[in-house]
């Protein structure tokens, strides 16, 4: 019970963040009442009384999610059944069942996350539902209190090679199917809509967005600009990804500039964590090999789904690539569209400084100078905007982060007719000197601008650089400005300890341990799994991957036998004794059986006195090949005399055998 | 020569009705040159059975009636000054007998009860630096009440491993019990018996135990039991050898009054009970008495391999 209770109490625990409060007072009131019928104070649930929970339970899901469906309420459901079946478990069969349900229950943690760490939470856990699953076999002693954990923990040791070898060899299917579930918890990341206002969350965030990985140079930090999504279209007040730029791009050509710089290529992995949206984030320009990585028409990467578990996908960037040298009238028009006749006044603003530039380049330089000269601020927690937002931005609050200052100096030059673009994604990232990857966390996310130039193709511009060109060289949580706010808003974050020099240490370890988790353990399937298996084997061929099975199992199969024979020679039966057992047998023709513990002649006396046994010829023989059995194994016998009535049981065995058969 | 116990058997039969099957046990305990304890209630035939036994075997009886007074020198005798020899002259105890029946052995103090189970191991009592053999055969019968009575000192363990079995007599059944009112008082039926088997008779008994065969396959299927006896959880002590060593010469006596040569799992099955139950303690967490332990070896070790 100790140990159930023990196991379920962990099992909770995992979800406890996912979980409405009310469900887990209801487990507690659940235990309670547990130990109330323990102790025989209160008495177990009527069925009406059950019912009514079944109920209850149900309309407190609906109410706390909206919804039956999805994840989290099915999980939500699942643990609520797990706590109530503390109830009524009482019966060794009842506990044996409440312990599977927990199995099912601790599996649904790895849904939400797979980390090192959860991975050996579920460990702890399935040792000790294990533990409890033993503890149902023996009954309470006390000086064997932990005997259940002992041997549970030696059985888990003995299954380790296996597991290690399966995991090795054993192929990774890909789900057969799949259920979109509408998930409640769909984590903020960079938005396909930017209207000033909706990334503020972010900065807040420090969770891990995705981890960077060069082969050879790595890019200097200013020029980590990881495009994730392109907004092109501007509705009046916000932008968005323009429907065409969902579609993917099978012809995604990428043209060298006709300059003297040598092609500069970057060659990086990335693993990137769910973000549930099926953008990839990558330097521009980049191109990637591995499978259900596409290419789209706006020179970004995209997964062919949305992702929703830990992937990882190479990627080469050139980044002296240029995008797009040519655009077509069309596109021209799209990427200029400016719809509505909202803000007037940076129209005004725009035509203006327009008016005073001698060429395009002139003008994107005035537009980001007036960034420079104005009295702009930049912070996290801007002034809600009205009806005309870049006009109140650019004129009166001057007060934004980079989703403010990229969006209305995308919309300064679209004003003048000139293709710009908003672009969403990532900026910096923190190197771990452990592993050699960059880390990039959601508080890196950023927004910039693109314009296009002509024979340039998209030039990247980053006007919040203009403002705070702190916010570039460090990153969100290092700004001092803002720091007061984001540490008030962080809570108990690992973060906040990042200037304790230890605790950065502990934290940058911790996180190369998850990488290495991540890159060996998560990531083993599929090619590289092929790959570290040919590595090791060579070619991997039928015959190969036959004879390394053969050749591991073959031991343990060799162990097997050899001790099922040490045990069978140990308790190999004295010819006389099977003999005698072969006689038991028949008799159980008559429904005569003989218990182990009972003696032969008690079972011959048995069978002499049964009412409906057989005919008295053969309870006879049977009395007479008894009377054999007991002269061989309990009277002094000389070898000859012995192997003389040996033989007679073998012959009047055989005798009874066939009455016996005539008789049926 | 089985014969003779069988008849041994019935004439005790005349005076305690309906308990052949104890009878038989505690002829074949004392068979098998060993101590019998019976526990029972006051008033079940204990005296009357030991008194029986007595008579049929030709045996010279004693009875103490122990009580918490009881002091040793009252059980092994002492020495007292003759004015008339000028000495000390010993005057033994009720112990130098052949048969003992140390009635209510519960009911004396420790000092007392260790004072004559010293004697029944040694077969001599150290009296005042002077060594006596006890007279043979030497038989002690004890009686005890459950000790859950009260007024009672509970043998330890080690002592009670010095009785080779243990029986209780237990009520009689309906019909013996009509014929117990209806007869006359079996306490003046006593001093008719016969005495069915002579000293010679009971030494050669004794001697022919020890020759009755005991085969392999028997002794694997002891020490099973014992093995089980020693691993079972809810058995806290298991059998000790001496133990063991009790168990095989009863069931070679059992087997001898059964007149065969050989031991078979049947013997050993019928006195085990009596032979282990006062052995065995169960483990603290289970309360099942030994009663149960001695039936659940039956039932859980195999006789055959």
């Known amino acids: 019970m100790i140990w159930m209770l023990a196991a379920q ?87 044996m ?86 998930s409640h918890q769909a984590k903020t990341g960079v938005g396909d809509v930017l209207s000033p206002g909706d990334i503020s969350q972010l900065s807040k965030d420090d969770s891990l967005a995705f981890r960077a990985n060069f082969v050879g140079e790595r890019p200097p930090r200013s020029e980590l600009y990881w495009r994730g999504v392109v907004l092109s279209y501007f509705d009046g007040r916000a932008w968005h990804q323009g429907t065409f730029q969902k579609k993917f791009h099978g012809s995604n050509t990428i043209e060298l500039v006709n300059n003297n710089e040598p092609a500069k290529s970057y060659q990086y992995s990335i693993i990137q964590e769910p973000n549930y949206r099926p953008w990839l984030y990558t330097l521009a320009v980049a191109s990637s090999k591995t499978p259900k990585v596409l290419a789209t028409s706006d020179y970004r990467l995209q997964y062919r789904e949305d992702i929703v578990e830990r992937i990882a996908y190479q990627v080469e960037t050139n980044s002296q690539a240029i995008m797009a040298s040519t655009l077509s009238t069309v596109q021209r028009h799209k990427e200029t569209l400016l719809n509505g006749d909202n803000n007037p006044r940076a129209r005004a603003l725009a035509a203006r400084l327009y008016q005073q530039s001698a060429s395009d380049q002139a003008y994107i330089q005035a537009v980001l100078n007036y960034f420079a000269q104005q009295n702009f601020f930049y912070t996290l927690m801007p002034p809600l905007l009205g009806e005309n937002n870049i006009d109140e931005f650019l004129l009166d609050s001057r007060r934004g982060f980079c989703g403010h200052y990229a969006s209305s100096f995308a919309f300064l030059i679209r004003a003048a007719g000139i293709p710009a673009r908003v672009i969403g994604g990532y900026q910096g990232g923190e190197y771990n000197p452990l592993t050699g990857s960059v880390l990039v966390h959601q508080f890196d996310a950023h927004a ?217 | ?101 140390a009635d209510e052995i519960n009911r004396s103090t420790p000092k007392t009860q260790s004072a004559l189970l010293e004697a029944m191991e040694e077969g001599q009592v150290s009296i005042e630096g002077q060594t006596r053999s006890l007279p043979t055969p030497f038989f002690v019968i004890a009686t005890q009440n459950p000790s859950s009575q009260s007024g009672t000192y509970p043998l330890p363990e080690s002592q009670l491993d010095r009785f080779l079995m243990r029986i209780s007599l237990g009520y009689p059944s309906l019909a013996a019990e009509r014929k117990l009112l209806l007869g006359d008082d079996s306490r003046q039926k006593l001093p008719l018996l ?4 002579s000293k010679d008779q009971l030494f050669a008994l004794q001697k022919a135990v020890k020759e009755i065969h005991c085969s392999e396959d028997l002794l694997d299927y002891l020490q099973r039991l014992i093995a089980f006896s020693r691993k079972h959880k809810e058995i806290a002590c298991g059998l000790s050898p001496r133990g063991a060593l009790a168990l095989l010469r009863c069931a070679k006596a059992w087997a001898l009054m059964q007149g065969r040569g050989h031991v078979v799992p049947e013997d050993i099955q019928v006195v085990l009970p009596s032979v282990v139950e006062h052995r065995l303690e169960h483990a603290a967490d289970f309360r099942a008495d030994a009663a149960g332990l001695s039936q659940l070896m039956l039932a859980e070790v195999a006789v055959l391999n």
């Not at chain 1, 033993?134 to 090679?161: E, N």
């Open chain 1, 9 to 95: 109490l962990l099992v909770v625990l995992g979800h406890v963040g996912r979980l409405p409060l009310w469900l887990l007072c209801a487990y507690g009131g659940c235990v309670l009442w547990r130990y109330q019928i323990y102790s025989g104070a209160w008495s177990a649930p009527k069925t009406l009384v059950k019912a009514g929970i079944i109920l209850a339970v149900f309309a407190g899901i609906y109410a706390s999610y909206r919804s039956l469906l999805g994840l989290e309420p099915m999980v939500s459901l699942l643990m609520a059944g797990f706590a109530f079946k503390l109830l009524e478990s009482y019966s060794q069969r009842d506990c």
């Open chain 1, 97 to 182: 069942r409440f312990i599977f349900i927990g199995y099912f229950t601790l599996a649904t943690v790895f849904l939400f996350n797979q980390g090192l760490l959860t991975s050996l939470y579920v460990l702890v856990t399935l040792l000790l539902l294990s533990a409890a699953l033993v503890s149902l076999q023996f009954p309470p002693h006390k000086a064997q209190a932990w005997l259940p954990l002992k041997k549970i923990s030696i059985i888990f040791a003995q299954a380790l090679p296996l597991t290690l070898l399966l995991f090795f060899l054993f192929p990774r299917f890909e789900p057969f199917w799949q259920i979109k579930l509408p």
């Open chain 1, 448 to 664: 910039w601008a693109e314009v296009w130039l002509p024979g340039k193709g998209w030039q990247r511009f980053d006007p919040t650089l203009q403002v705070a060109p702190d916010r570039i060289e460090n990153s969100v949580q290092d700004l001092p400005a803002t720091q007061a706010d984001y540490l008030s808003q962080s809570g108990l974050s690992v973060m906040r300890f990042k200037h304790i020099a230890f605790f950065n240490k502990l934290r940058l370890e911790l996180d190369a341990m998850e990488y290495r988790w991540a890159s060996w353990v998560l990531q083993y399937k599929g090619e590289r799994q092929f790959a570290f298996i040919e590595k090791w084997l060579g070619a991997i061929t039928f015959t190969r991957i036959a004879f390394l099975l053969l050749l591991v199992s073959l031991p343990v199969v060799l162990w097997l036998l050899w001790s099922i024979l040490q045990n069978r020679s140990a308790q190999t039966l004295k010819p006389q004794d099977a003999d005698y057992q072969k006689l038991c047998q028949l008799m159980g023709r008559y429904d005569l059986h003989r218990q182990p513990n009972e003696g032969p002649i008690a079972f011959a006396q048995r069978v002499e006195q049964a009412a409906n046994g057989p005919s008295a010829a053969i309870k006879q023989k049977f009395l007479a090949a008894t009377r054999l059995y007991v002269a061989l194994a309990y009277e002094p016998q000389g070898g000859e005399s012995a192997a003389l009535l040996a033989k007679q049981l073998r012959a009047e065995l055989g005798v009874l055998k066939g009455m016996i058969h005539s008789h049926f």
């Open chain 2, 1 to 101: 020569m089985h014969k003779l116990v069988d008849q041994a058997v019935a004439e005790v039969g005349t005076v305690l009705l309906g308990k052949e099957q104890q009878v038989r046990l505690a002829l074949c305990c004392l068979i098998a040159q060993g101590h019998l304890l019976i526990e029972d209630l006051p008033g079940m035939g204990k005296t009357i059975l030991s008194n029986a036994l007595a008579r049929v075997l030709g045996l010279d009886y004693q009875r103490v009636q122990f009580t918490s007074d009881l002091l040793p020198a009252d059980v092994l005798g002492v020495s007292i000054f003759d004015r008339q020899a000028g000495g000390f002259q010993f005057m033994p105890g009720p112990i130098f007998s052949q048969l003992l029946l």
């Open chain 2, 194 to 197: 016969k005495q069915c088997v």
